[in-house]
Structures are given as C-alpha cells and as structure tokens.
C-alpha cells in the first residue's frame, strides 16, 4: 500500500461548539483509534482509574470489565492536507505525526454534512504488523471475458470490498481475471482466495459477472433456428 503523510496537532478544546468552530477555520476533528493497550486499576472508591502519563489530547478508555482499555488521540488536521486523502479511489497507510511521534493508520470512516458533503470528523485506525485490521480495496477487472466476444455485457456489482489482513500485506486494488467468464457467469467473493489477506464480505455477494445482451439473445435464437432447419431438411439414408 502506498504511504500518505499527515501532520496533526493535539486537541484538547472538546464539544460541538468547538469543532464548529474549527471548521469555520478550514480545519476538521480528527480521532485516533487502536493505541497502545493499557490496564485500569481500582481506587479507593472501587472505581476504575488509569494511573499512566497522558500526553496533550490523549484519553483513556476502558474497552472490558476486566479493566483493559486502550489510549485514544484527540486530534486536528487541516482540510487541505487531507484532500487527497479523502477524494480518491487509492488506499493509503497514512503516517500521522504528531507530539513529536509518528504513528502508522489507516483511515476508517468520514462523517459528512448530509447537505454540503463537507468533512466534518475523520476517524483513523493504528495499525501495527502483529494486528490485522479491516480495509475497504477498489476492484479492478482485468482480462478480456469470452462472454463478452460471445456479444454479453461485463457489469461490475462491487466498486470496492472488504480485505482483512496485516497492513503490510494488504493490496492497493484486488485484481479479478474475467478471461474465463462466459454469458451468465460471474465470480462472487467466496470465489477468491489469497495467501497473506482474506475477503470479509459475504461469500455470496456478486463482485462482476457478464449478462447476455439482446444481441447475444438474438444470435443464440437464429443459430438454434438454423440447427432445427437443417435437421429438418436433412434427406434420409436409403435402407
């Protein structure tokens, strides 16, 4: 996968009023997700506390009973270093720095205004090469498909799918070969295996797949009418 790098800053003015105010300034709130893992421990109220140094825009939170919790990253970015981020089909592995640390993510989810489609919050994932994580790849279809010569029409029913792996391992695109694919068939997600990755979709889900056309139809007809014709025509062997 490709690498993006992003400057960020700590964000310690939390709320809504805040983050409005941060976007009047081009900028957008930004969470990171999946640090480093913690444990919580009891006061003398009985009461979970973490006892560890948190640095600028840092929070604790506690993900079992047991007290396990992990730190999570208050942050904020400017609106035209991610640009190229958000507005493409590529993926990236993003190199988030700040605090002075560089910290490898990828990007999870975009919340959007529902009128304008401006950004108004950004979540990013840590990844490390121990932790798979769960990443959205665009297809790409290679090959010539003989459905297709035959006179069908390719379609395409995902644009993207799920892949589940180490970010290292994981591919910019998943590459499907339509050469064998004649009229009526198609290659669904619980067709394709890989070695260092695996597809999370659901097995059953149509990923692209060739249709007939009328054409394709009408040439079937014309040719099954000449076979009958002929048959019918054919003169008897004399006994």
């Known amino acids: 996968m490709k690498t993006f790098q992003l400057n960020a800053e700590p964000r310690t003015d939390l709320g809504k009023k805040a983050a409005k105010n941060l976007r009047k ?3 957008i709130p930004v969470v990171l997700n999946g640090g480093k893992l913690i444990q919580f421990e009891k006061n003398d109220k009985g009461e979970w506390v973490y006892n560890g140094k948190l640095e600028a825009g840092e929070k604790a939170v506690m993900t079992t009973a047991a007290g396990k919790g992990v730190i999570t990253t208050d942050l904020v970015v400017n ?3 991610v640009r190229k981020l958000v507005y493409t ?3 990236y592995v993003v190199d988030l720095t700040f605090n002075g640390t560089t910290h490898k993510a990828v990007l999870k989810d975009i919340q959007f205004h529902p009128l304008t489609d401006a950004i108004l919050h950004m979540d990013f994932l840590e990844v490390n090469e121990q932790k798979p994580v769960v990443v959205e790849v665009p297809v790409h279809v290679t090959g010539h498909a003989v459905g297709v010569k035959a006179g069908g ?3 395409l029913s995902m644009k993207r799918v799920k892949v589940r792996g180490i970010y290292t391992n994981l591919p910019e695109s998943l590459d499907v070969n339509v050469d064998n694919l ?3 068939k198609s290659v669904k997600v619980g067709d394709l295996k890989f070695d260092n990755f695996e597809l999370v979709n659901s097995k059953e889900l149509v990923i692209t797949g060739v249709r007939a056309t009328r ?5 079937t007809d014309t040719e099954a009418a000449e076979g009958e014709e002929a048959a019918a025509t054919e003169t008897p062997a004399a006994e």
């Open 153 to 155: 029409k390719l379609y």
């Open 182 to 184: 004649g009229i009526g």
């Open 25 to 27: 300034e081009n900028k």
């Open 79 to 81: 609106f035209n270093d």
């Open 89 to 91: 089909p590529e993926v």
């Open 215 to 219: 054409a394709a139809a009408a040439d």
